[in-house]
């Protein structure tokens, strides 16, 4: 009964934590996708184009790059609300995720666009296509394959990087087990289950969930091993 008592708070507030963590996936997978089309274009205007539009993609670039994400948060949720564009959370994480994560993909894209040779472009002029056609269908899919790896670590990036969003009012699992905790002071309890639906399941309870037979198996191994040390130390002492 007393454990139940203890639990009550933590599961009437698991519906909350559980959406604030499928928020968080929400505004770190759309801002990827427009991060992705934004960052595209950039290194595009960067490699095939000159005058303003290549001084903005290049400011674009290096600010996302050489600014604290907190500070480009900030400018979204203060900087743009001292001329009176006021935004909500929600899309002052989006806009900020957005700004860093096409700065970042675009100087990978570009890297992408030099990897690929020119004489495939030449190549697929000289049979007819457009310039179009030659980067949908021959070039962008090669760079695409080239920074697979790096759009990867970007969206990882953007999930970690929409923990910032607490500061500007945003609803995300770092955010809220502090909140909820207030009342029953169970800190601790609120973070593991914060972590364990956002992350994926603690070591304890995919122990309990999956192969318990290894798990055992790990645990008397390493009980073994602490008393095997164990004693060797009283021997030792003696």
Known sequence: ??????????????????????????????????GISIGLCLALIRLNMRGPLRWIASTWVELARNTPALFQLFFFGFGLGAFGLHLSPYMIVLAGLTFNCAGYLAENFRGGFQAVPDTQIRASRSLGMTAWQAYTRIVIPQVFRIVYHPITNQMVW?????????????????????????????????????TDHTYGPAPGRSCRAGAGRRCRARRHRLCHAGTLFASRQNTALR
């Open 1 to 34: 009964l007393a454990l139940t008592a203890r639990c009550r708070p933590l599961c009437k507030s698991l519906p909350d934590l559980l959406e604030a963590a499928l928020l968080t996936l929400q505004v770190a997978v759309l801002a990827i996708i427009l």
């Open 158 to 194: 953007a999930v970690l990087m929409s923990s910032l969003g607490m500061l500007v009012g945003f609803r995300q699992p770092s955010g809220e087990p502090p909140f909820f905790s207030s009342r029953p002071f169970r800190i601790l309890q609120y973070f593991h289950v914060t």
